[in-house]
């Protein structure tokens, strides 16, 4: 592992290239611009590539030997990946649809992985320029334009009203069976790694993803997560773990604040 010291030195420079990255994303934005559909069935933009090669590039440069994965990217061989003891995991917009629907609900991810784990992370947005970010060991930060950086921590949950954090759009069963149990609960819907950070900065409680997302979309968001207090977990409270396998999807999962509950519990089983 690297020095605290390093690890904000790091964190200065991949602040500065998530808002970069951010301003080119407002660009196309604001004009139009085409949607493309990959072979996956994920929306496309010109904003997506644009930030890509803005961070991957940026990155390359930052420290020479560290690869980079990104959503947009080709990705390298699971032979060949499975040596690397660091990297940086990026996607370059995530919440595409959100972009598209104009929400304002999407960010850039940028996060560093040493041996499995997400050891630096940033979660910037792009509309509202709040700036998410943490490291090992140096705790979680928010930064909102033209004010100092605070830190943030995760709220304790006394078992009463909950605040749920909740993607847009159709919830599944298994999500709606998870939420039927707090009979006290609020519902915060919105788009990208802003829902676990909600949760990182006391504003929501809990999140759970049932449907398909891919290592890029959360890696990011956990040590920002973790760093503030809380965890992101499989559903067992294993903490999600990362290039162990040749695909890059992740299990279903957990993002919570409070770590004396045990959440596990309250997750609906097939």
């Not at 947009?72 to 990946?81: F, I, M």
């Not at 078992?159 to 006290?184: C, D, K, L, T, Y």
Request: aromatic share 10%; charged share 25%.
């Amino acid at each position: 592992m690297l020095t605290q010291s390093r690890y904000l030195e790091l964190l200065r420079a991949c602040r500065a290239i998530a808002s970069d990255a951010g301003a080119l994303i407002m660009d196309v934005y604001q004009r139009g611009y085409k949607v493309e559909q990959k072979p996956d069935q994920t929306l496309v933009t010109e904003a997506d590539y644009a930030a890509d090669a803005l961070i991957c590039d940026r990155l390359l440069q930052l420290v020479a030997g560290w690869p980079v994965v990104s959503e947009e990217g080709r990705l390298v061989d699971y032979d060949q990946r499975r040596q690397w003891p660091r990297y940086w995991l990026v996607d370059p917009l995530d919440g595409t649809k959100q972009f598209v629907d104009r929400t304002g609900e999407f960010t850039v991810n940028i996060a560093l992985i040493e041996y499995h784990r997400p050891v630096l992370g940033v979660v910037y947005a792009p509309v509202s320029g709040h700036c998410y970010y943490a490291a090992l060991g140096c705790g979680a930060y928010k930064q909102v334009p033209d004010q100092m950086a605070t830190r943030i921590h995760t709220r304790a949950w006394d078992g009463g009203e909950i605040v749920i954090a909740g993607s847009r759009g159709r919830h599944g069963p298994r999500f709606q069976e998870f939420v039927a149990q707090f009979p006290q609960q609020q519902m915060i819907c919105c788009g990208s790694s802003l829902k676990s950070c909600l949760i990182a900065e006391g504003a929501a409680d809990v999140y759970l993803r049932m449907g398909p997302t891919s290592e890029w979309d959360t890696a990011a968001a956990q040590c920002i997560l973790e760093e503030a207090g809380g965890g992101l977990t499989d559903t067992e409270l294993r903490p999600l773990r990362y290039n162990l396998k040749p695909e890059l999807l992740n299990p279903h999962f957990i993002a919570f604040g409070d770590r004396t509950h045990d959440w596990s519990r309250y997750i609906p089983r097939p």
